[in-house]
């Protein structure tokens, strides 16, 4: 086990290098089984959830070849099997896109339920909704989701909730369905819309992706293609707002500023100096921050990935500020951390209520989910003296080399291994 120890009070300085996409890449590697052709896909983040999927990927028979760190081709002409390992898929939430795409490919598939961050309830009804639409058969036994179909058939389907789940699968499935789909109430995030261009570079035909209503005209056959991820903006807007919150001054590179317009109004709002520029944005922190309300909504809203960063900031603006988390019940499992921190934050139900100002300390915390592993250290960069961060597998899960990068930026923190480090004395065994 390995753990994170931050020195606090500094401010980040300097330029940062956004990696691809986390939530597109877990979606484009699903959908590239699609094809019996060569896929060549560029800018994947270097992350344990990417490293997960390469290896459902070759478990499930597809060959892959790796062009550099951020790079692979795939062929997956000589797929062997319809079943991912439960060891794999248990890992991450995301495998349960293969449901779709071995579905779309073979006309049947046999996916363990999936892992991942634990964020509440979030059931998967509207994929086995649409699957169902489109003519599968569904059969759950024994932990495993059963699909199968003679051939899929579009339909018109309405999401009962926006999902971004829902609508990543059914659209991989449909886009091999005979006939025209219209998937209605669909999510409008900028990670659908890459998926969307991916599929249409190997032969699909998908319009409307980035609005609520997206036709998909199914295609009998794909072909190879190459395609570019798109820039991770939760990355992004992380290190937005961990500039904010130490009073530094960062650029943040290599990004689509569209996709990151409710975190710059957001910050603009608490009195933070933004200026946005073509692939990068500046963000300069100010000696005294004000408190806001955040309020948490699918895509172009203020996104739930950064409400746990957001109350970190949050801390720091004198007065009260309110966040109402819309997306996930389960998404304040890092307050307890950041209490122990010297953080006021009252919560009630679905609504947390930040007592700012009060100045945070060091502590030993735990991260239980990604994105508060990601606050808590934006945290501790802010606290009084030393924090130490446990479970920082979790971070690893979306952040690409995001110690390196802070470093990089001027903070003192290093990764240990738990073993190495006595917790009472704060040296090295």
């Known amino acids: 086990m390995e753990k994170i120890i931050v020195r606090g009070k500094t401010a980040l300085s300097g330029r940062v290098k956004i990696s691809g996409s986390k939530n597109a890449a877990v979606a484009i590697l699903p959908a590239a089984i699609l094809t019996a052709g060569t896929v060549f896909i560029e800018n994947l983040p270097d992350i344990t959830d990417v490293h997960t999927m390469i290896c459902i990927l070759e478990n499930l028979g597809v060959s892959i070849r790796r062009r550099g760190k951020n790079a692979l081709e795939l062929t997956p002409s000589s797929i062997a099997k319809i079943a991912p390992s439960y060891e794999l898929v248990k890992k991450m939430r995301a495998s349960y896109y293969f449901m779709g795409s071995l579905l779309a490919r073979f006309g049947r598939a046999v996916v363990p339920i999936p892992g991942g961050c634990d964020l509440g309830p979030r059931p998967i009804d509207q994929h086995l909704k649409g699957f169902s639409a489109l003519g599968a058969g569904i059969n759950i036994e024994h932990g495993m989701i059963k699909l199968s179909a003679d051939k899929l058939v579009g339909a018109r389907i309405y999401l009962d ?127 005294s921050l004000l408190p806001a309300d955040l309020k948490t909504f699918p895509y172009p809203g203020f996104p739930t990935d950064l409400q746990p960063p957001g109350m970190v900031l949050l801390t720091a603006a004198k007065g009260l500020s309110v966040i109402t988390e819309n997306v996930f019940d389960g998404r304040y499992n890092h307050v307890d951390e950041l209490k122990r921190m010297g953080a006021r934050i009252k919560v009630e139900g679905r609504t947390a209520l930040i007592e700012g100002g009060i100045g945070l300390s060091g502590a030993p915390v735990a991260a239980s989910d990604l994105r508060s592993g990601a606050a808590l250290i934006i945290a501790a960069l802010m606290a009084d003296g030393e924090s130490q961060i446990t479970a920082v597998e979790h971070v690893d899960r979306g952040y690409e080399n995001f110690e390196q990068k802070l470093i990089h930026l001027g903070a003192s923190i290093q990764r240990v291994r738990e073993k190495d480090y006595n917790i009472q004395s704060g040296t090295r065994d």
């Open 161 to 287: 909730v926006v999902s971004i789940g829902a609508t990543i699968n059914l659209m991989i499935a449909a886009a091999a369905a005979e006939g025209r789909t219209i998937l209605e109430n669909a999510a409008k995030e900028p990670e659908i819309v890459d998926l969307a261009n991916f599929l249409n570079a190997m032969g699909a035909s998908i319009r409307g992706a980035g609005t609520d209503v997206i036709r998909i005209d199914g295609v009998n056959k794909f072909s190879g293609a190459s395609h570019t991820v798109i820039p991770d903006r939760i990355e992004a807007g992380t290190f937005m707002i961990a500039a904010a919150a130490t009073g530094g001054s960062v650029i943040v590179e290599d990004i689509i500023p569209k996709h990151l317009e409710a975190t710059t109004a957001k910050l603009r709002e608490m009195g933070v100096r933004v200026e946005v520029e073509p692939e990068r944005i500046m963000v300069e922190g100010v000696e």
